[in-house]
C-alpha cells in the first residue's frame, strides 16, 4: 500500500505522462503475442514466430496467412477497456496526465476517453489500401468474403494501419512521443519489459524527476526507477483512484 500511496502521489503533482505496453491490454483479455504461450502457439499453427507473421516481408509474401494470424489472434472484439484505462482517462480529464504513450494497437485507451493517446504501433481500428491508401473500417476486414481483402477502388489490398516488423514509426507520432516525454515530470511506465526496440529507446529522452515501473518482471530500468511496482496494472491504478 505504501507504493500506491506513493503513485497517488506523484500523479497528484501533475505533470505526468504514461507510457505503456501489450500488459496493460492483457487485463481486458488481450494476449501477449510475444508472451512464451503466443510464440508457442504461432510456431506450432502456422509454423512462424510472431515476429515472421507480422512483418512487412511476410505480408507482401504469404498474404493469405498473415490475414489469418491477424484475424485470429490481434482481433478481439469483446475487449474492454480495464480498470488502468479507465483510471488513465479520468486522470487526463483531472489533469493529471498529459499524455499516453502506447505500443498497444487494439485503441481501448481512446475506447475509455483518453483524448491524447500516442499510438507508436498504429491501431487495428484503421485499415487501409496500400495501394491507393483509401480508408477502411475494421469490419471490412473481418467480414470481407475472401482471405486477403481488397479495395473497393482500385484492387489493391487493404491492410492494418499498424507498423509491421522491418517497418519504421510514423515519424509524426514519435516527434510528440518524445516532446512529451521530455517535458514530463513523472513517466510511469507500466505493463512492458522495455525490451521492444525502438519503442522502448523513447525513456531515453526522458530527464524529469520521477521514473516509475509497473510491471510484474523486472526490466532494464528498474535500477533507475524512483519507484517500482510489481502488480498487476488495473489492480495498480484501482488503489491509485481510491486515493485520489
Known amino acids: 500500500m ?78 474492454r477497456p480495464n480498470a488502468a484505462h479507465i483510471a488513465l482517462a479520468e486522470l487526463e480529464r483531472r489533469g493529471l496526465i498529459d499524455a499516453v504513450v502506447t505500443q498497444n494497437i487494439d485503441g481501448l485507451h481512446s475506447a475509455a476517453g483518453s483524448v491524447n493517446v500516442l499510438e507508436l504501433h498504429g491501431s487495428n481500428l484503421r485499415q487501409f489500401c496500400a495501394k491507393c491508401g483509401a480508408k477502411y473500417t475494421l469490419d471490412y476486414v473481418l467480414d470481407y468474403a475472401e482471405t486477403v481483402p481488397k479495395c473497393e477502388k482500385c484492387g489493391g489490398t487493404v491492410r492494418p494501419d499498424v507498423v509491421l516488423y522491418e517497418e519504421s514509426l510514423e515519424d509524426n507520432v514519435t516527434r510528440e512521443a518524445v516532446r512529451r ?52 496494472i488495473g489492480e495498480t491504478f484501482a488503489g491509485v483512484m481510491k486515493i485520489l
Open 2 to 79: 505504501d507504493k500506491i500511496l506513493r503513485l497517488a502521489e506523484l500523479i497528484a503533482g501533475g505533470g505526468a505522462v504514461f507510457f505503456g505496453g501489450a500488459g496493460v491490454s492483457t487485463e481486458s483479455g488481450i494476449p501477449d503475442f510475444r508472451s512464451e504461450t503466443g510464440l508457442y502457439a504461432a510456431k506450432s499453427v502456422y509454423g512462424h514466430s510472431p515476429e515472421e507473421l507480422l512483418s512487412h516481408t511476410f505480408f507482401i509474401r504469404e498474404p493469405e496467412i498473415f490475414f489469418r494470424y491477424y484475424r485470429e489472434n490481434l482481433i478481439s472484439r469483446e475487449a
Open 181 to 232: 516525454i521530455e517535458r514530463a515530470d513523472t513517466l510511469i511506465v507500466g505493463g512492458t519489459s522495455l525490451a521492444v526496440y525502438p519503442a522502448a529507446g523513447l525513456l531515453r529522452y526522458f530527464d524529469g524527476r520521477n521514473l516509475v515501473l509497473i510491471n510484474k518482471s523486472e526490466t532494464p530500468y528498474d535500477g533507475e526507477a524512483s519507484l517500482v511496482i510489481r502488480e498487476p
